[in-house]
């Protein structure tokens, strides 16, 4: 009988958008290429593909929540389910208008004429890609829709099938940033979070909620200061803050190589510079992977 190989889960958030989480999980994807596989869970932004070009391999249906439809030919035209719509959702003209149906069935369910129906709406897709690092699983809303917890389920589904097929033993997740449902969903099973923050109050305050919800839900994680030295007072309250649950493993300086990285579709450590300072940078990144891969949870 084959043994199952553990696959390890790996995500990485951050409090808030914009702190550099994606430019730094695009570095260690690209590091650990050889054993792993990259999600990217953060449905309602989805920037790896700027980096990496997916070529798709695999497509699938995101089926959201469901929608009302008037069936025209048994309706008596009495209002009633207008005046119970609370999304105003029905027009005068009693069709259902797509964007703001929330799918709560309150209509269907006060129709007189049983006129009303509700039917599966495609929400977005989810697709399995090749990329120049391996297998990537990404996701990509309709316009109008609002992230979901769900679609983040299907591509952490589907990124452990890929990982599964091709033997990788690691899924380095981008999850979603906030505390909403859509970053619950990316962390759920993770064997290990990083949690990317920068030094500013609002970097701190968004970070101090994160933390809140990772010890919630029980699961380890270690913090990255982006940009720390943009205001070291900040990091210094930040790294007291974490030092018992959730240590900073490592402070990055500020500088261009990220967005230059950005600009030319590459990950940082792509980059070749001879400046000490993105030589300082990329092995700063390179020790995160290490420490991801000597971590007593990652087998
Ligand atoms: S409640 Fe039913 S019958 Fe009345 S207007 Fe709406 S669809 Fe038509
Ligand atoms: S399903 Fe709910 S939101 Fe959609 S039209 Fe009916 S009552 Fe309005």
Redesign the pocket.
Known sequence: MTKNVKINQVTVISGKGGTGKSSIIASLAYQLKEISILADADVDAPDLYLIFDPKETEQFSYYGLKKAV??KE?????????DSCRFEA?KES?TVNDFKCEGCSM?FH????N??KMVDRVSGIYMSSNTRIGKMVHARLNPGEESSGLLVAEVRKLSKKEAEKEKMKLILIDGSPGIGCPVISSLTGADLALVVTEPTLSGYHDLKRILELLKQFNIGGYVIINRFDINERISNDIEEYCKEDFPVIEKIPFNNIFTQAMIQKKTVLEMVSEDVDVIEIQRILRNISNFITSHDKIL
């Open positions: 008037i069936d048994l309706c008596v035209e009495c209002n009633e389910c207008r029905i009693l209509c006060v129709c007189p004429e006129a009303i």
